[in-house]
């Protein structure tokens, strides 16, 4: 593996916004990009501040990653920044509604690409198990639960089939 990669335990966030699409099929290209720029810096600055960093943005989709120590004020700002973006959202008449999904587990961390042009990136199963949880709202997989200090627990109640473990005030993930 070269030296600018690590295989490391992180706490691995795939954040994205429900009916962004369809919300931005109503307003000008200026205006979407001014929302998009809006929330980036909010998703932004809500996950240093939490001891995390953000991996990329893809349109309205944040891949954030925090390290094993920050598992617990990385789960703690995912449920304070549903609330203040699901609030900026509908201020602004959207109705987008965060979602994020966290698993726990290993991943490859490094610089990724060609050339001069590498950046940042993570790779691996765990990446892929986060990406494919389903959420409502927030959703942890059974080990992000298992990291989790007790107090913080009680935010969330277990979900079936597969398990995970989604915000009590979440409704159910569509089947």
């Known amino acids: 593996m070269p030296e600018s990669r690590i295989e490391t335990e992180l706490l ?4 994205d916004l429900t009916r962004f699409s369809a919300e931005s099929q109503r307003v ?5 990009a001014n929302v998009i720029d809006e929330y980036y810096a909010h998703v932004g ?3 240093r501040a939490a001891g995390g960093r953000v991996v990329k943005f893809i349109g309205d989709a944040t891949l954030a990653v925090f390290p094993e120590e920050a598992i617990d004020t990385g789960v703690t700002m995912l449920l304070e920044l549903k609330d203040e ?4 959202m509908s201020g602004r008449g959207w109705h987008c509604r965060f979602t994020a999904k966290a698993h726990f587990g290993t991943a490859v961390a490094g610089l990724f690409g060609e050339g001069d042009t590498k950046r940042f990136d993570v790779i691996g199963q765990a990446v ?9 709202g927030v959703a942890l997989s059974v080990p992000t ?20 473990y989604i915000r009590s005030e979440d409704p159910r993930p569509f089947r």
């Open 12 to 15: 691995i966030v795939f954040i």
């Open 28 to 32: 000008t290209d200026v205006e979407l």
């Open 45 to 47: 600055e809500a996950v």
């Open 85 to 88: 973006v699901d609030r900026m």
């Open 128 to 136: 892929n198990m986060a990406a494919t949880l389903r959420s409502t």
């Open 145 to 164: 639960f298992r990291k989790l200090g007790p107090e913080l627990r009680t935010h969330f109640k277990r979900h079936t089939l597969p398990v995970t």
